[in-house]
């Protein structure tokens, strides 16, 4: 069984431009998650998504990052534009939940951002 | 706000001793509490979780252990192994909010 797929691994931009990373994730799993990762720190959650709504984006900087997931599979987290602080790993998780949650979430490898 | 204080930052252990990675929290509410593992690269793994309702649980060489007055538990890694070296990440989350809390990370290196 395929994992999360992540893409781009890596990307380089310099500040004030855009970029959008692409997650597939595990076929079936309802739940998507994005969480973003600074350099020695555990993962901070972004964004969940309950098939293709978004339930809890509490903790996205809406003024310049955006996510969608589009009927409900594969998920777009963009940030336009980006500053210096983004530079991070954004990781993109999923998992089956049926009612309760399950706590054990599959992660992708992650696409590193690092912003000149 | 840390809510899942974890700690050390790194740990060294001889090949075939005991790796003991700790982690407290502050919010009583929370009833899940997993570890995950990730090696460089990669996104992390879930390796076992502990619910409160019991105080220690085991798979493998790999034992949570839970203290539920003090808010405290910990990660046991039993005849460790140079493969164990990774990142420990300890997570706590209430079940209704489907958020895990994620501490800041045990660097462990296993020698041979």
């Known amino acids: 069984e395929a994992g999360v797929v992540q893409s781009p691994r890596y990307k380089i931009i310099e500040k004030k431009q855009p970029v959008a990373f692409w997650c597939n994730p595990i076929s079936g799993h309802n739940t998507l998650y994005w969480y973003r990762q600074n350099l020695g720190q555990g993962p901070e959650l972004l964004i969940r998504?309950?098939?293709?709504?978004?339930?809890?984006d509490s903790q996205l900087p809406k003024d310049r990052f955006s996510a969608e997931r589009l009927k409900g599979v594969d998920s777009t987290l963009k940030i336009q534009p980006a500053e210096l602080g983004d530079s991070a790993v954004y990781l993109c998780?999923?998992?089956?939940?049926?009612?309760?949650?399950?706590?054990?979430?599959?992660f992708g490898e992650g696409s590193r951002l690092t912003v000149l | 706000q840390q809510q899942v204080k974890q700690s050390p930052q790194s740990l060294i252990v001889q090949k075939g001793g005991i790796s003991i990675i700790n982690c407290a929290y502050e919010n009583t509410a929370f009833d899940y509490f997993p570890w995950y593992q990730q090696f460089p690269g990669k996104g992390p793994a879930l390796l076992i979780a502990i619910r409160p309702d019991v105080s220690e649980k085991k798979e493998g060489r790999f034992t949570i252990s839970f203290n539920k007055s003090a808010k405290q538990f910990s990660l046991h890694i039993m005849d460790s192994q140079p493969g164990d070296s990774a990142t420990y990440f300890c997570?706590?989350?209430?079940?209704?909010?489907?958020?895990?809390?994620f501490g800041s990370g045990t660097r462990l290196l296993v020698r041979p």
């Open positions: 997570a706590a989350s209430k079940d209704s909010s489907y958020k895990l809390i």
């Open positions: 998504y309950e098939n293709e709504e978004a339930v809890d």
């Open positions: 998780a999923s998992s089956l939940d049926r009612g309760r949650f399950t706590g054990e979430l599959f």
